[in-house]
T-cell receptor, first 114, second 111 residues
Framework: DAGVIQSPRHEVTEMGQEVTLRCKPI?????LFWYRQTMMRGLELLIY????????DSGMPEDRFSAKMPNASFSTLKIQPSEPRDSAVYFC????????????FGEGSWLTVV | KQEVTQIPAALSVPEGENLVLNCSFT??????LQWFRQDPGKGLTSLLL?????REQTSGRLNASLDKSSGRSTLYIAASQPGDSATYLC??????????FGDGTTLTVKP
């Protein structure tokens, strides 16, 4: 299996622009997670989905952030409008609920907002 | 709200030493706990998953233990090697896979 695939790997954008991060979970996994990692705050869970349904979005920092999972093989995390403080590494992860919940991470999307 | 603390924050040892990384968490109502490794500029790699019903799990030179009632887990690395240098994170996992991460222990193994 190719693992969790994220795109883009790196993005530099100007403040105010819309940013869309994409994730393809491991085939067959039914849970998907979006995390954000910064030096100041460490690794934070933003939102997670079970069977394509958002279960807990309490970690989403503001209304500027939104996430969707239109089908079992694709999810997006959108920031609109972006701000410099959104600069971070955004990780997507997936797991198979009921199998022990081992979580598999993608390589991350490195976002810089200038 | 789950709080996860990892001690020490950083550790530097000579090659060949055995070492222990500690993880404590405040909410013991977890399904399992996972240890990860993160190399600079990379994602997280799963090392070990301990089910809540287990006391420990082993993989090669790694051994992880879990004491759910006291909210503690340890990761033991035997005969450390320079390739073990990385940041190690623990994550207690609640229902539906919701996890909370510690800040990690950054390990440096000197040749």
């Amino acid at each position: 299996d190719a693992g969790v695939i994220q795109s883009p790997r790196h993005e530099v954008t100007e403040m105010g622009q819309e940013v869309t991060l994409r994730c393809k979970p491991i085939s067959g996994h039914n849970s998907l997670f979006w995390y954000r990692q910064t030096m100041m705050r460490g690794l934070e869970l933003l939102i997670y989905f079970n069977n394509n349904v958002p279960i807990d979005d309490s970690g989403m920092p503001e209304d500027r952030f939104s996430a969707k999972m239109p089908n079992a093989s694709f999810s997006t995390l959108k920031i609109q409008p972006s701000e410099p403080r959104d600069s971070a590494v955004y990780f997507c992860a997936s797991s198979l609920l009921g199998s022990g919940n081992t979580i598999y991470f993608g390589e991350g999307s490195w976002l810089t907002v200038v | 709200k789950q709080e996860v603390t990892q001690i020490p924050a950083a550790l530097s040892v000579p090659e060949g030493e055995n070492l222990v990384l500690n993880c404590s968490f405040t909410d013991s109502a977890i399904y399992n706990l996972q240890w990860f490794r993160q190399d600079p500029g990379k994602g997280l790699t799963s090392l070990l998953l301990i089910q809540s019903s287990q006391r420990e799990q082993t993989s090669g030179r790694l051994n992880a233990s879990l004491d759910k009632s006291s909210g503690r887990s340890t990761l033991y690395i035997a005969a450390s090697q320079p390739g073990d240098s990385a940041t190690y994170l623990c994550a207690p996992i609640r229902g539906a896979g919701k996890s909370t991460f510690g800040d990690g222990t950054t390990l440096t193994v000197k040749p």
